[in-house]
Nanobody, 123 residues
């Protein structure tokens, strides 16, 4: 089992920044990938960014490339999502996920999920 706890969400104006954190505990070696997903009301959950734990190769959705950065501090078992130049359309509940996946931005491959942290961007 892997437990994930997100933090760092909040309300910002467009153009602002936030850094989300996801602390993992438990049998973290069971996962080769950590991902960030988001879900806005009435919309499907979408992959935002993901990082492989062994290669540190990261993947991003086209909508956030150049603005968001995913990183991992293995000493703290923490995955971060630095979000810059935020837009109102980034407003959503953001979830951290972990799993042994082949397609990093596909939610179905992840076994473990956090409870989410809300991000609200006002214009």
């Amino acid at each position: 089992q892997v437990q994930l706890v997100e933090s760092g969400g909040g309300s910002v104006q467009a153009g602002g920044s936030l850094r989300l954190a996801c602390v993992a505990s438990g049998y973290t070696h069971a996962s080769n990938t950590y991902g960030w997903f988001r879900q806005a009301p009435g919309k499907e959950r979408e992959g935002v960014a993901a990082i492989y734990t062994d290669t540190r190769i990261s993947h991003y959705a086209d909508s956030v490339k150049g603005r968001f950065t995913i990183s991992r501090d293995s000493t703290k078992n923490t995955v971060y999502l630095q979000m810059n130049s935020l837009k109102p359309e980034d407003t959503a509940m953001y979830f951290c996920a972990a799993g042994y996946v082949a397609v990093p931005l596909r939610a179905a491959g992840y076994m473990y999920w956090g409870q989410g942290t809300q991000v609200t961007v006002s214009s």
